[in-house]
T-cell receptor
């Protein structure tokens, strides 16, 4: 049972345009959501997070939106840059359950110059 | 020391063998977690240690075991290797979850 799903395995976007990555979850107990970026041969690096009590968090070019009623979150990257080409993972955790991360399957983003 | 270092980077083992993967965390990172990432999938939580005690375990059999040491290093041991154990194994540490998980680059294990 996959509790966190990223239904788009890949995304191609032109440099300078917006990248929108989507993530759905099923477990209403999740109280924290995170996005990670992964380059080949490197470990995931933390990008941005959002608490379940908020609906938006912004950090530079990255904005995460949370829709609790729809159990859906999205990551917006504006403007997209060639260096953003990587695999992006959505993850969720329950603080009371030891903070283990439950990851989605990832979305591969390609930003074309 | 900064960052999370994992060794070895690549490893080939034969089915039925045992393997030990190592992770060196930053000083002060009392929490260490291990994840398995199969090809084309997201990382799956194996277990977590806090101050040398296991305090969380995912849906992995007992032949997956671990240790955390006082010097902020840790080990993942896998016994009786199976072909499906072939994956990237990631170590992540944090002084204070959930903000600060730092991942290592992983060990790519191939079981033949």
């Amino acid at each position: 049972d996959q509790q966190v799903k990223q239904n788009s395995p890949s995304l191609s976007v032109q440099e300078g345009r917006i990248s929108i990555l989507n993530c759905d979850y099923t477990n209403s107990m999740f109280d924290y959501f995170l996005w990670y970026k992964k380059y080949p041969a490197e470990g995931p690096t933390f990008l941005i997070s959002i608490s379940s009590i908020k609906d938006k968090n912004e950090d530079g070019r990255f904005t995460v939106f949370l829709n609790k009623s729809a159990k859906h979150l999205s990551l917006h990257i504006v403007p997209s840059q060639p260096g953003d080409s990587a695999v992006y993972f959505c993850a969720a955790l329950i603080k009371a359950a030891g903070n283990k991360l439950t990851f989605g399957g990832g979305t591969r983003v390609l930003v074309k110059p | 020391e900064t960052g999370v270092t994992q060794s070895p980077t690549h490893l080939i083992k034969t089915r039925g063998q045992q393997v030990t993967l190592r992770c060196s965390s930053q000083s002060g990172h009392n929490t260490v977690s291990w994840y398995q990432q199969a090809l084309g999938q997201g990382p799956q939580f194996i277990f977590q240690y806090y101050r040398e005690e296991e305090n969380g375990r995912g849906n992995f059999p007992p032949r997956f075991s671990g240790l955390q040491f006082p010097n902020y290093s840790s080990e993942l041991n896998v016994n009786a290797l199976e072909l499906d154990d072939s994956a990237l194994y990631l170590c992540a540490s944090s002084p204070d979850p959930p903000y600060g998980y730092t991942f290592g680059s992983g060990t790519r294990l191939t079981v033949v």
